[in-house]
């Protein structure tokens, strides 16, 4: 934001001279002059003189009054011009300080390391061709003489500030060779302090003698960065983006330069841009300069260059220690580079590019310390996140407890929440025996590594608080952590990363995550490529600066060597069981069976370390509710249930019996039934007529209601609306493979536990994860069937119970002849639309009529009420109500089926088969 312009003082005002008194000198005149006429005396004129001393007097206490006033203005006028000259030199201070900072030279920059962005130069790029006069944002106002002139003149001018212009092509150096090389030797310095080796690469033939071969840009040039060159009178044009010509005093410009220095002598040059020519001092720089600052900034790329194109992870000498975890996983420029999780951790942290060779990293540093330290030492257990390859060399080490990728999402979360239990088994241990750290006991550490910390995550955030838990108490235990990611900014909170000291970086994209890391920039100037795979930046506790390493490479024969090493060792201690079975037989849980109660299944309780079995106390526990999609294993839970049970009641599939059971169940007998089982509730209810679902759903909620002393066991498919507040009566709810995430949601699971692809049986209770007993469907066939099945039987092949019958139908015709096939010991009388008395028969006799004709023959249809049995057919269920005046919901009776509600005396009606009814 600019400043406000300089108010310039104003030009003191001449003071301006009193009028004379003429009038008040005039009054003692007068008064003589009337005195005297009066009195008649001559000394009465003496007041006359008066006048002209008032005059005289006034006129020198004017002068003295301009005088002082003068001398006042030009004193406020100095003490205006004296603030507002240090406000010119305050502001042009502030101007030139700021830009410097923005503009800084290499002097500057040396004294003030600048800060480096990512965009690396262009043509658009300024650069400071040394120091002069510019033009400054500083603007004063007011006043016009030539004082007020100066300092606006001056006001406009900024004295030694940077003078910039654009890189374009290059820049023209004309001079005398020394002094040219000198000024070109501050410019390529100023460059590489400000662009880092990723962005910027400075190539020629003259950089050693210039003194500047020594700074990363130039030893470890990287394809893809601006191209600077350095280049002399005679030399061929460089393949360069842009060219620090030195040519000689006069010398021809070479095509495409737009900037060039005469340089006269040392801070003493001249500019000439398109825009003009203007008089600088050019910074000069001498060899020696370059070489202290080319060695100073070296430590960006270590020393690199020096080290091997490759090392194999068997020419490396493993230490053998007996106290931490030492392994050898690269090769410096003069000794071998030894890292300790324990003792240089307790956790670490390395970073890299994909293709920077971070993987190899992890797999050589894992097998180097399987190379000395057996299963007795040190388990691994190795987590990789980008594919699932990394590690799969690894598996065959008998020191590796496990490998989770992120191709198997659940057995990911499942494996790093079992880390929670293991800290709390080894706190545990160590309680037990009054120990402070697993030295005293020489237990095994477990290190955990991770591949692609960050991809970890993202698919799993929560798991990050487990991280962080194991960092912060794992050196004691013996838990050691080492995250590998592609950048560490944003990824690895400060939490975590202040208990990882041992950092490595390979090649990182972002100076910033080389500076989180290792502290300097170095991981962000490594060069890219095939060759440099493999290049990293080791810093442990005790570094001062990182040191460069070439990561050694893991074969096959490393791998076998160390499996025969280990061969008779045992097997290490897993962190966690192993995941449950995809089915779980009932028979080969005989032996953990317990009297009253049911296995439901085996629990997964990863946190804890335990996968118990879940049972169901029969009449103790209300009950459970199996909710899944179909194939989910619905039917094969109960039928696991059933199988434990000497009687239960399994509901029927048949609605007329699943009619009748309910019923009975709801008549108080439910109480103490022990074991009842009913199959798709949702669909047992929904297949039935609204009044008659509605009514079922009502005897459940009595049922489960009244039911003490009976455990439940239902299932359904879904549980919305008003089966949802039904199965909200059973305490325990499991969730089973669900056709989606919404389905799953709205059976009161959470997204987190909805996986698409749950096998059969496999069941979510709350935050674990059961597998359901199996029992097979033909062996609990050949059982018989249970109680449920056969409590409620009906009648099957109606006969006539007493001599008179009456039958409601419509097709009176077609049914007096089917009737008469099937009873031929009855009398068979088709009901007229005439009123008619009955002749007296020794035979049974079945009166047939519309309900029309029953209605006019009203005395006979009390007759049968009277003396016989009342037949309605299931597809009259008005006439139930308008002619024998039943209120009540009848049994269920399947219509087109050959059923008849049976009506006898006082009896309700009760549900009969006539199979002459039924369609032929």
Known sequence: MDSLPIAIPAAPVPARRPPTPFIAALVPVAAGVVLWLVTGSLFSLCFAALGPLMIFASLIDGSRSRRKASRVAETASAAAWSLAEAQLSRLHDDERQMRWHRHPDAAAGLAQPPLRGLEPPNADTEIVVGSGVGTSAVRASGGDGERER??????????????????????????????????????????????????????????????????????????????????????????????????????????GITTVIDVVEPHRASLRTPQGIVEVAAECMSRDQALATAEERSVEGGERDSLPAGVALSDLRQPES???????????????????????????????????????????????????????????????????TAFEPLRMLPQVAAVITDLDEEGARRGVSSL????????????????????????????????????????????????????????????????????????????????????????????ADSRAVIGTDGAAELPGGVESRGLALVRRPQDAEPTAMRVALTGAADLRAITLRWADADIPHSPWLPVLPRMLPLAALQSEMRKGDVILGRADDPERQRQPLEFLSIGSDRGIVFLGGPGSGRTSALRGLAKQHEDPIWIPSDPEQAWDALVALA?????????????????????????????????WEQILRHGTGTTFALTATRAAGALGRLLDALPRRGLLRMPSRVDHLAAGGESAGFDRDRPPGRMRMGDREIQLVWVPEERLRSSGPVRGASRHRQDHGWSPRSGLTGLITAGVP?????????????????????????????????????????????????RVRREGEALIRAENAAELRQLAGVRELPPYARPHAGRAWSLIGDIGPRRVVIPALAPR
């Open 322 to 388: 007996q106290v931490g975890l030492s392994a050898v996983v690269g090769r410096g420029e003069h000794a071998d580079i030894v890292v300790d999780i324990v003792d240089d951790g307790p956790h670490a942290i390395v970073t890299g590019t994909t293709g920077s060779g971070k993987s190899e990293l992890l797999v050589s540093w894992v097998t180097a310390m399987a190379s000395s330290h057996g299963p007795d030492r040190v388990i691994f257990v190795l987590a990789d996140f980008k594919g699932g």
């Open 667 to 699: 008549a108080d007998g439910s109480r103490g039934a022990g074991l009842v089982l009913c199959d798709d509730i949702d669909l047992r209810i929904s297949e039935l007529p609204v009044e008659y679902g509605q009514h079922v759903a009502q005897l």
């Open 814 to 862: 077609a049914i007096a002849e089917s009737l008469s096939a099937a009873h031929p010991g009855c009398d068979i009388v088709v009901l007229s639309a005439e009123s008619r008395e009955l002749e007296a028969s020794t035979r049974p006799t079945i009166v047939l009529g519309e309900a029309d004709a029953w209605q006019r023959n009203w005395p006979l249809w009390q």
């Open 150 to 255: 100066d300092f606006r003149s001056r006001c406009a001018k900024l004295e030694n500030a940077p003078i910039t212009a654009p890189l374009s092509g290059g820049v023209g150096l004309r001079g005398a060779h020394p002094i040219v090389a000198s000024v070109a030797r501050a410019l390529v310095v100023q460059l590489c302090l400000r662009f880092g080796a990723v962005q910027m690469s400075i190539v020629g033939p003259h950089l050693e003698e210039l003194g500047i071969a020594g700074f990363p840009q130039v030893r470890f040039a990287r394809r893809g960065s601006f191209r600077l060159a350095v280049a002399r009178s005679g030399d061929s044009r460089p393949a360069a983006d842009a060219v620090i010509w030195l040519l000689d005093r006069d010398e021809d410009v070479p095509e």
């Open 420 to 511: 929670t239990a293991e800290l709390r088994r080894r706190e545990s241990v160590l309680a037990e025996v009054g120990a402070r750290d697993v030295r005293e006991l020489g237990m095994a550490r477990l290190v955990i590594v991770v591949d692609e910390f960050a991809a970890l995550l993202q698919e799993h955030a929560d798991l990050g608080a487990v991280f962080t838990d194991i960092a912060a108490r794992g050196r004691a235990l013996g838990m050691h952590l080492i995250l590998g990611t592609q950048r560490a900014s944003g990824v690895i909170r400060d939490a975590l990363a202040a208990n990882c000291p041992l950092r490595v970086s390979l090649r990182v994209a972002d100076a």
